[in-house]
């Protein structure tokens, strides 16, 4: 038994090194066969010839929202960055009221939750009354998001805190009850008479940095809680926020004196030098990048088929001071004018097109193999792609980008190709 044991080790042995010996004969037979055109040659290369710069956009207030960011946040890096909403307020049932002059107001406040977002300071919290109708489009909604309504609640928010409750100005809810009577039934003569509030937040001292948090609608509670009794019977008026009501939240960014403000002075090259560049979710700046310098180093190796390009984007020095980012993924899109598309990579599958930051590896990894072939062949406007960042954070998520001429680790772009 031993002896048949010791031949099939060896037979078995033998024929592996045989079919081994076979198959590495095939394949430097058909190597040195194969005609040079139908070898496939793939070749690497990793290139930094690209400028890389921040560019402000403005993106109008969001209509209809679920969530709105509320505060004030101040940092040397980024300036100061605002959030306020207007929202109308829905009885939570349309019921008559009894309230006259012999009524008696026992409790009367507007509260709502916010979580903890982004800064730990205390905010002054400021709720008005709206002082017209809210508009039924972008046109005519300003900076100032229907400001000058009477002021109805302040209040200040402990650092931290997420319960906002604030009392209402005695003679407005005597005033606002009285009005409300026989209104209050039916859902257009409720709209008629009252408009909603606007909610602000601002810091309590200038020398805080301040606090941005997310309000987020259709919350219970979130609202006007009035209670009030006549002779021995109560009364009851709950006007609350509801998902998706008609409103508008919007994010005012002020870069001034601030380091991103002074980058934004320079021209895109000065900004490539730097190494350095900003990006904030929810709108204010987005990342551009020219690749013209790439197309003109490549257009003497043209013909060549992409194989794939990956863009690494690190986070600079800089964003050292958040640990990380609140920003998770990027997003790639092209421009013609005034319209802008997003790549085909994304368009097609997000698992392939990727986009988002690599903690282990400390960068963003985007998929761009089509888009980069058409930019290298001259089908993309400009050569320029444009970065915008997730507003997975509602607009706190901001982080401080490597360029190509960042020292330490760089934006680069590794193309794996084919020469043709």
């Not at 290369?45 to 505060?71: C, H, Q, Y």
């Not at 021995?232 to 009501?245: P, R, T």
């Not at 058409?374 to 993309?380: E, Y």
Request: charged fraction near 20%; charge should be neutral.
């Amino acid at each position: 038994m031993r002896s048949i044991h010791i031949f099939l080790t060896l037979t078995l042995a033998g024929l592996a090194l045989t079919l081994a010996s076979c198959d590495r004969e095939r394949q430097e037979f058909g190597n040195e066969f194969a005609e040079e055109s139908g070898k496939l040659h793939l070749r690497q290369a990793i290139s930094r010839e690209m400028i890389a710069f921040t560019d402000t956009v403005l993106v109008p207030p969001t209509k209809n929202f679920s969530k709105a960011t509320l505060g004030e946040l101040h940092d040397a890096t980024f300036g100061t960055t605002s959030g306020v909403f207007a929202q109308t307020l829905q009885p939570a049932s349309y019921d008559s009221i009894v309230f006259n002059d012999q009524s008696h107001v026992d409790s009367a406040f507007f509260s709502f939750r916010i979580s903890r977002g982004l800064g730990n300071s205390p905010l002054r919290v400021r709720v008005s009354q709206l002082p017209r109708r809210l508009s039924t489009g972008d046109g005519d909604v300003a900076d100032s998001l229907y400001a000058g309504g009477r002021i109805i609640a302040e209040g200040t928010v402990a650092a931290g805190e997420q319960l906002v409750k604030l009392p209402l100005a005695a003679d407005w809810v005597r005033a606002f009850l009285t009005g409300a009577v026989g209104r209050t039934q039916k859902p257009a003569s409720w709209t008629d008479y009252f408009y909603g509030v606007r909610v602000e937040a601002v810091r309590v001292n200038a020398s805080d940095a301040g606090r941005l948090a997310v309000f987020t609608a259709g919350v219970p509670g979130n609202g006007l809680h009035l209670y009030w009794h006549n002779d021995q019977k109560a009364g009851v008026l709950e006007v609350l926020s509801k998902d998706k009501n008609a409103g508008y939240a919007a994010l005012n960014r002020d870069f001034r004196g601030s380091r991103m403000g002074q980058l934004l002075t320079e021209d895109s090259a000065q900004q490539n030098r730097t190494g350095k560049a900003y990006i904030t979710s929810g709108g204010g700046a987005r990342l551009v990048i020219d690749f013209s310098p790439l197309v003109a180093q490549w257009k003497d190796s043209m013909p060549l088929s992409l194989n794939r390009a990956e863009l690494r984007i690190p986070l600079a020095a800089d964003n050292a001071a958040y640990g990380d980012t609140l920003i998770s993924q990027l997003h790639a899109w092209t421009k013609n004018g005034t319209t802008y598309t997003r790549t085909e990579e994304e368009r097609k599958s997000e698992a392939i097109y990727d986009g988002k930051y690599n903690r282990n590896r400390g960068y963003f990894s985007l998929n761009l193999t089509t888009t980069m072939q058409a930019v290298l062949m001259g089908m993309i406007p400009e050569n320029k792609l444009y970065l915008f960042p997730d507003n997975n954070s509602n607009g706190i998520g901001r982080s401080v980008l490597a360029t190509p001429l960042a020292s330490g680790q760089p934006m680069e772009l590794v193309l794996t190709y084919t020469k043709l």
